[in-house]
């Protein structure tokens, strides 16, 4: 089988070296400064979306926004007829209808694929992969999901539903960092150490490999990006109208979709969505005042 990715991205970019290392791969950017680990790992260059497709069975679109798969759709499409699309990118499920809709316009088959992870269980080949769609197409894909991206590959219903799932899984997600970064604030203004806090954490019944490397990356000031903050402040603004759509009370995310506002707003938007804490501290609110 061959496979096409488009977006090479954060999270793009390690799913491509791990599909690359299964399947011959051609691979398109906006950026070409993405290229060379692709290239080095025998990845074919396309010198656009429609290229991509053209020379693969199943492409792979994991780009920032609805916006960005708009800009790009149009020359796809005349390349998608006998081909499968999977969008793995974070969008609002009515585009998802739309994009499904073109797709088969189009003649392809359409996949909505999710994923529940950041950098670094992208890099293992260990996200969480919440497939939606027509059934036989997304059985027809599985197999190379598990194989090279993903830990589990989760059928959620259809087209929809994966995001549904997504939108759920990130609030937990998302409240959970937020509250670990006030934890961790109220320590350090209380004059506990941070180490300390860390080891209670660790050894309690909310211990988690997700906690464990957001407190490490506080306790080093290692601000490099597993999931950016720009990225959950636009992933909350996903929930928030998933939440409204349906009249669910989300309190929480709501918060949290000010927070990271505030943070992305503050410059700190391309730094690891743990960054938050930093518009929690007295002297980061008052510069911003």
């Known amino acids: 089988m061959r496979i096409g990715f488009i977006g090479l ?4 970019t390690p799913m491509a070296l791990n599909l690359a290392r299964k399947f011959p791969i051609t691979v398109w950017n906006r950026s070409p400064s993405r290229y060379p680990p692709l290239a080095a790992a025998g990845a074919r260059i396309g010198a656009t979306p429609s290229e991509v497709a053209r020379d693969s069975d199943v492409i792979f679109t994991m780009l920032f926004d609805a916006p960005a798969i708009s800009e790009v759709l149009p020359d796809l499409k ?9 969008n793995a990118s974070s969008v609002p499920e009515e585009f998802s209808h739309y994009l499904a809709r073109e797709v088969s316009l189009a003649g392809g088959q359409f996949v909505e ?3 529940s992870g950041s950098k670094l269980p992208a890099e293992q080949g ?11 197409a997304v059985e027809q894909v599985r197999d190379v999901v598990n194989a090279t991206i993903a ?3 989760v059928y959620c219903g259809p087209v929809g539903h994966g995001l549904r799932t997504k939108y759920a899984v990130n609030l937990y997600m998302i409240a959970l960092t937020a509250g670990l970064a006030e934890s961790l604030n109220l320590a350090k203004a209380q004059g ?10 660790n050894s309690g019944p909310t211990a988690s490999a997700y906690a464990r490397n957001k407190m490490a990356k506080v306790i080093a000031q290692d601000w490099s990006p597993q999931a950016a903050a720009k990225d959950c402040y636009n992933s909350s603004k996903l929930i928030c109208a998933a939440a409204e759509a349906v009249d669910a009370r989300s309190p929480l995310i ?3 979709r000010t927070m990271y506002e505030e943070a992305t707003k503050a410059g700190f938007g391309d730094e690891d969505m743990i ?7 007295s002297s980061s609110r008052s510069s911003s005042d």
């Not at 506990?192 to 954490?201: F, G, S």
């Open 9 to 12: 991205g954060t999270m793009g």
């Open 78 to 86: 005349t390349a998608l007829r006998g081909k499968t699309l999977v």
């Open 113 to 115: 694929m999710p994923v």
């Open 126 to 136: 260990q996200l969480v992969a919440l497939l939606a769609g027509d059934a036989d």
């Open 151 to 153: 830990s589990a590959a």
């Open 192 to 201: 506990i150490d941070p180490a300390v806090i860390q080891e209670v954490l």
């Open 254 to 256: 709501a918060l949290c």
């Open 275 to 281: 960054a938050v804490i930093k518009i929690l501290s």
